[in-house]
């Protein structure tokens, strides 16, 4: 069974960094894709960062510049490093997966950037 499970959130001043970690299980890690997602209650999820199993990655226009993911295979984890970050920044993050065709997503982690 497919799991992943995001960490790192928290409260941040504007300005500041966070890293998010997304763990994963079930799935032979090494060969997917993984993708950050952020959803603010009110808006629809909305896409942030991707990598694919040889490390190209891409960025939303929002986050390019301050945002960096990367993964590491040994670990089943991939990781969202934010730096300088907004006040609208501020959303749960989700990561997620496909595996035969079928989205999986983790439980999500907040992020508040608040002064």
């Known amino acids: 069974q497919v799991q992943l499970v995001e960490s790192g959130g928290g409260l941040v001043q504007p300005g500041g960094s966070l890293r998010l970690s997304c763990a994963a299980s079930?799935?032979?890690?090494?060969?997917?894709?993984v993708t950050w997602y952020r959803q603010v209650s009110w808006k629809e999820r909305e896409f942030v960062a991707t990598i694919t199993s040889s490390g190209i990655t891409n960025y939303a226009d929002s986050v390019k510049g301050r945002f960096t993911i990367s993964r590491d295979n040994a670990k089943y984890t991939v990781y969202l490093q934010m730096n300088s970050l907004k006040p609208e920044d501020t959303a749960v993050y989700y990561c997620?997966?496909?595996?035969?065709?079928?989205?999986?997503w983790g439980q999500g982690t907040q992020v508040t950037v608040s002064s």
């Open positions: 997620n997966v496909y595996k035969s065709g079928n989205p999986y």
């Open positions: 079930g799935i032979p890690f090494s060969i997917h894709t």
